[in-house]
């Protein structure tokens, strides 16, 4: 059974609690990770990209000399793809690259990167994470009392405040989010997850 050390909201080591086997004690499937991943990237393509066929480039479409006679060789347009400044064969053209991966798969993938974080002791928990301002300082003294400072962090909580969300936006290796919002991607880019109570009760309930 995997488990993890507990820490007071600021910051104290108090003890440590067994984390659920359901999410932290599966043996990961890498392969489902990778499914996982790469349909994330695949996802958050945009697909805009676009060149021009000889039907759209905005070139004359008479013929460039005459057929016979010139010692050159024939030509028919201004648009071949052939020419400098012509259109594009088969070039790319708008499209979605998403996909939908399988219920099951998501889920298997997402139980195996906590499960990774968990087996190499990586996963620590907080009572709480109240924040009484807008405050990058407080936050980042947070991550040093729980001696992650060095590490990309992910931070999950059952409601994400504006107060939390705009104390780490400024930290560049840590990331916070509602614990029902976590996807594989945001975990296996994390070194360090760092999740509170109630962020453990959501993580059981949605995804357990």
Same mark, same amino acid.
């Given at each position: ?46 697909? $805009? =990209?676009?060149?021009? $066929?000889?039907?759209? =480039?905005?070139?004359?479409? %008479? ?6 006679? &010139? ?43 906590? %499960? ?12 709480? #994470?109240?924040?009484?301002? #807008?405050? &990058? ?10 001696? =992650? ?11 994400? &405040? ?5 104390? =780490?936006?400024?930290?560049?290796? /840590? ?6 919002? /976590? ?14 109570? %109630? ?10």
């Amino acid at each position: 059974m995997a488990s993890a050390e507990v820490y007071s909201a600021g910051g104290d080591k108090t003890g440590t609690v067994d984390l659920p086997d359901g999410l932290f004690g599966i043996e990961p499937n890498s392969h489902a990770v990778w499914e996982a991943v790469v349909n994330f990237q695949s996802n958050q393509r945009q697909g $805009t =990209v676009k060149v021009k $066929t000889r039907g759209e =480039v905005n070139r004359s479409n %008479s013929k460039p000399w005459r057929q016979k006679g &010139t010692g050159r060789a024939r030509a028919g347009t201004f648009r071949s793809p052939l020419w400098v400044g012509g259109g594009r064969i088969h070039g790319p053209q708008p499209r979605d690259h998403a996909y939908k991966l399988p219920r099951k798969v998501r889920r298997l993938a997402l139980r195996s990167a906590l %499960s990774d974080r968990a087996a190499e002791g990586r996963v620590a928990v907080i009572d709480s #994470i109240d924040l009484a301002e #807008i405050k &990058t300082h407080a936050a980042s003294d947070l991550m040093k009392k729980l001696g =992650v400072q060095e590490q990309k962090v992910l931070v999950l909580v059952d409601e994400l &405040t504006e107060n939390l969300a705009l104390s =780490v936006r400024n930290l560049p290796n /840590v990331v916070a989010l509602a614990a029902r919002e /976590v996807n594989t991607y945001t975990i296996v880019s994390a070194d360090w997850i760092v999740v509170t109570k %109630s962020g453990l009760e959501q993580l059981q309930e949605v995804f357990g």
